[in-house]
């Protein structure tokens, strides 16, 4: 099981389990991967994040600050921006940079090879993507089908947690149905008004469908 520190419906998440984090842009959902990926240093585990537009040091920032402290260490990062290492992590061993959201290969051999490290290493391992909407412009929906098929069972044989984020608004119902079928359970995000969010989890054994503030 993987616990939960964030505000959260279960304490814990069965491993194996892959979630989909799917709502209107704006909602939050990449604030709230970071949330459940950074729970990870709580409990001597280790995220690998899948970065389809923010650099390494932004994602680097955002973990740090949502655990309060200056900064974290064996972040593994897969950038798919295409861009030159640099900044302060331009030496770090952790991160592993694919040309392009388009080479979903690059991605997949990337991030098997991060999760294998930190497995061999004696840690379980929580893998997030942002995000999937953004893998959607470079290739269909069947390509991108195939890419999660591979993700998301490496994830679930390794006894991980798999988090991928998915801007429902922008693609049409059976986009979104298709992808939907390869996830355990999903949390939808929404905006309350008033600059409050709120998200809801679907699909989890002991979780009720009540919205939480966050």
């Known amino acids: 099981m993987y616990s939960i520190d964030t505000d959260f ?32 240093y709580r409990y001597d585990e280790r995220a690998v994040f899948i970065t389809t537009q923010k650099s390494p040091d932004q994602i680097h ?4 600050a949502g655990l309060g402290v200056d900064s974290v260490t064996d972040l593994g990062i897969v950038d798919c921006a295409g861009r030159e290492r640099s900044g302060n992590h331009a030496d770090d061993e952790h991160i592993r940079s694919v040309s392009s ?60 947690l798999g988090l991928c984020t998915l801007d429902s608004d922008v693609h049409d119902d059976q986009t979104v149905n ?8 999903a949390i939808e995000t929404r905006n309350e008004g008033d600059d409050s969010r709120a998200f809801r989890v679907l699909g989890l054994p002991d979780a009720d469908d009540r919205w939480i503030d966050f």
Request: proline share 5%; no cysteine; charged share 20%.
């Open 9 to 40: 419906p279960v304490d814990s998440i069965p491993s194996g389990t892959n979630l989909l984090i799917t709502g209107p842009p704006m909602t939050g959902k990449y604030d709230l991967l970071v949330e459940l990926l950074a729970d990870s």
């Open 101 to 160: 959201p388009a080479d979903l290969t690059g991605i997949g051999m990337a991030s098997s090879e991060l999760i294998e490290t930190f497995g061999d290493r004696g840690h379980r391992v929580r893998t997030g993507l942002s995000s999937l909407s953004q893998l959607l412009m470079y290739a269909d929906v069947k390509t991108v089908f195939r890419f999660l098929h591979i993700l998301t069972g490496r994830i679930s044989s390794a006894d991980g």
């Open 178 to 185: 298709t992808v939907k079928q390869l996830f355990d359970g």
């Open 61 to 64: 920032a955002d973990f740090a």
